[in-house]
């Protein structure tokens, strides 16, 4: 039997999910581990289709944010940048004042990135 085409499967409870509230966004676990725990990332937006792609990057990536801190003991991913917030909030039209949005992620392993389609946001009760 070939075992080259078998890759390890990692397993984390709960979905990846992106959280956009009026303090930040934020990533869940799965999120962050299926990210590879990349300490920076890109950050990707289709406002025509209302996407977010976080894909993996380096350091010297000049389009690079930071995203993991691999010092900390809890794997999550926060970023507190009120330009980010405001131009998610515009495009989708929602309140961050008043409602928090949870929006559920696909890995696309080909492009070591996570796909955020922000049409399927869910509001999440206060």
């Given at each position: 039997?070939?075992?080259?085409?078998?890759?390890?499967?990692?397993?984390t409870?709960?979905?990846?999910?992106?959280?956009?509230?009026?303090?930040?966004?934020?990533?869940?676990?799965?999120?962050?581990?299926?990210?590879?725990?990349?300490?920076?990332?890109?950050?990707?937006?289709?406002?025509?289709?209302?996407?977010?792609?976080?894909?993996?990057?380096?350091?010297?990536?000049?389009?690079?944010?930071?995203?993991?801190?691999?010092?900390?003991?809890?794997?999550?991913?926060?970023?507190?940048?009120?330009?980010?917030?405001?131009?998610?909030?515009?495009?989708?039209?929602w309140?961050?004042?008043?409602?928090?949005?949870?929006?559920?992620?696909?890995?696309?392993?080909?492009?070591?990135?996570?796909?955020?389609?922000?049409?399927?946001?869910?509001?999440?009760?206060?």
């Amino acid at each position: 039997m070939d075992l080259e085409k078998f890759k390890p499967v990692i397993l984390t409870s709960g979905p990846s999910t992106m959280t956009i509230a009026k303090s930040g966004v934020s990533f869940s676990q799965a999120s962050v581990i299926k990210l590879n725990k990349s300490e920076f990332v890109r950050i990707l937006m289709n406002s025509d289709d209302r996407m977010i792609l976080i894909e993996e990057a380096s350091k010297e990536d000049e389009q690079a944010v930071p995203f993991f801190n691999p010092n900390r003991k809890v794997i999550t991913a926060r970023w507190n940048y009120s330009d980010f917030n405001n131009s998610l909030s515009q495009m989708m039209e929602w309140d961050t004042d008043e409602n928090t949005y949870k929006v559920h992620g696909t890995y696309l392993e080909n492009e070591k990135a996570m796909l955020f389609d922000l049409n399927k946001a869910q509001i999440l009760n206060k």
